[in-house]
T-cell receptor, first 114, second 111 residues
């Protein structure tokens, strides 16, 4: 079983469209993240949820809205897609607190906006 | 501003040689991780360093952490081609959930 799974793996869409990326973890972790990796491979934290509660919200445009229906899922919805949104988006999960583990990453979603 | 910087950004080295990648961070932290990323792939966890003076070794890679100097190193011994990848350090900001990644070091090992 894949520990952290994202769908879709590839997403090609036109400017102005709205799209969602889904993430699920089966590790029993309490914290999930979204990261954006640009063409230069820099990994930038976007959001973090702990037990369904938004903990970290970096300077990300309002067009990006995360949703966590339960602590095993963290989805990312993007409105009015722009060319600059093209990147690889990674979901990750970890367990904060006693026995904290490293973050485990999904396989990534390569988003291309045309 | 919080910074996690790696040095060098690019490293081309010959098989059999040794080298060290440095990770400097500007915030208080007692947890640091090293990851490996192959082209087009996800991030694979290599090391978890949880205390000052921690040293971990796996094969030809050894990682260490000095929390007072805010410095971690990843030492490569007798490099082989299979080690070619991008290596990231990542720091957990003290008392938060924030996991911040370094700039990455792209390593290429040639014969």
């Amino acid at each position: 079983d894949t520990a952290v799974s994202q769908t879709p793996k590839y997403l090609v869409t036109q400017m102005g469209n709205d799209k969602s990326i889904k993430c699920e973890q089966n590790l029993g972790h309490d914290t999930m993240y979204w990261y954006k990796q640009d063409s230069k491979k820099f990994l930038k934290i976007m959001f973090s949820y702990n037990n369904k509660e938004l903990i970290i919200n970096e300077t990300v445009p309002n067009r990006f809205s995360p949703k966590s229906p339960d602590k095993a899922h963290l989805n990312l919805h993007i409105n009015s897609l722009e060319l600059g949104d093209s990147a690889v988006y990674f979901c990750a999960s970890t367990h904060i607190g006693r026995g904290q583990t490293e973050a485990f990453f999904g396989q990534g979603t390569r988003l291309t906006v045309v | 501003e919080l910074k996690v910087e790696q040095n060098p950004l690019f490293l081309s080295m010959q098989e059999g040689k040794n080298y060290t990648i440095y990770c400097n961070y500007s915030t208080t932290s007692d947890r640091l991780y090293w990851y490996r990323q192959d082209p087009g792939k996800s991030l694979e966890s290599l090391f978890v360093l949880l205390s000052n003076g921690a040293v971990k070794q796996e094969g030809r890679l050894m990682a260490s952490l000095d929390t007072k100097a805010r410095l971690s190193t990843l030492h490569i011994t007798a490099a082989v081609h299979d080690l070619s990848a991008t290596y990231f350090c990542a720091v957990v900001v003290y008392n938060t959930d924030k996991l911040i990644f370094g700039t990455g070091t792209r390593l290429q090992v040639f014969p």
